[in-house]
């Protein structure tokens, strides 16, 4: 099984700054990563795509990078409602797994 | 507009049985794989199963292998998730997905609790 670990496990900023996430896998996943997002309440939100796609509707201040083992999610200057917390999730293997997630609480 | 709608879940014993049901609109169902994920706070996101769009092939997480069935019935809309032997860990929000390789869109989850 792949094991994906995220860090921070919180981050602490300002509506404006950036915030950067990284998502590393245990072995390489090529680019069959994905990322969601999560408030509280609610199911998670579908964000990015292999590794650097974003879905439909996803505003552009959400950047995904990386390939093989290494990952980003950058959010370029953050908006009120982009506090919350984030996942990676790879498919390149079976079972699916997800990372522990990366809260992103305002400072 | 893209629409999951989880039912069916309940507080059972351990050693007990539950059928969840997921009733989709707002797309054609048999156009597309499905999942079941599993959240809970302590172990986080973890993905229970797939199933194909035609119900060809279904491929499940070790820890519910031989315990949980998923099927599904395009005519109906309908995603189910059969679970037995149901133990304390099984507790979970339960989450039906559309999606083979990234989930794109997400139900809003039904409450398992696994309890005596």
Redesign the interface.
């Known amino acids: 099984e792949i094991v994906l670990t995220q860090s921070p496990g919180t981050l602490s900023l300002s509506p404006g700054e950036r915030a950067t996430l990284s998502c590393r896998a245990s072995q390489s996943v090529g680019s069959?990563l994905?990322w969601?997002q999560q408030k509280p309440g609610?199911?998670?939100?579908?964000l990015i795509?292999g590794a650097s796609s974003r879905?439909t509707g996803i505003p552009d201040r959400f950047s995904g990078g990386g390939s093989g083992t290494d990952f980003t999610l950058t959010i370029s200057s953050l908006e009120p409602d982009d506090f919350a917390v984030y996942?990676c999730?790879q498919?390149a293997n079976?079972?699916?797994?997800?990372?522990?997630?990366t809260k992103v609480e305002i400072k | 507009e893209v629409h999951l709608v989880e039912s069916g879940g309940d507080l059972v014993q351990p050693g007990g049985s539950l059928r969840l049901s997921c009733a989709a609109s707002g797309f054609t169902i048999s156009n597309h794989d499905m999942n079941w994920v599993r959240q809970t706070p302590g172990k986080g996101l973890e993905w229970v199963g797939y199933i194909s769009r035609s119900a060809e092939t279904m491929y499940y997480a070790d820890s519910v292998k031989g315990r949980f069935t998923i099927s599904r019935d395009n005519a109906k809309k309908s995603l189910y998730l059969q679970m037995n032997s149901l133990r304390a860990d099984d507790t979970a929000v339960y989450y039906c997905i559309v999606g083979g390789y990234w989930f794109d869109y997400w139900g809003q989850g039904t409450l398992v609790t696994v309890s005596s």
């Open positions: 069959n994905a969601y609610q199911a998670p939100r579908f795509y879905a996942y999730q498919y079976t079972p699916r797994t997800f990372g522990r997630g």
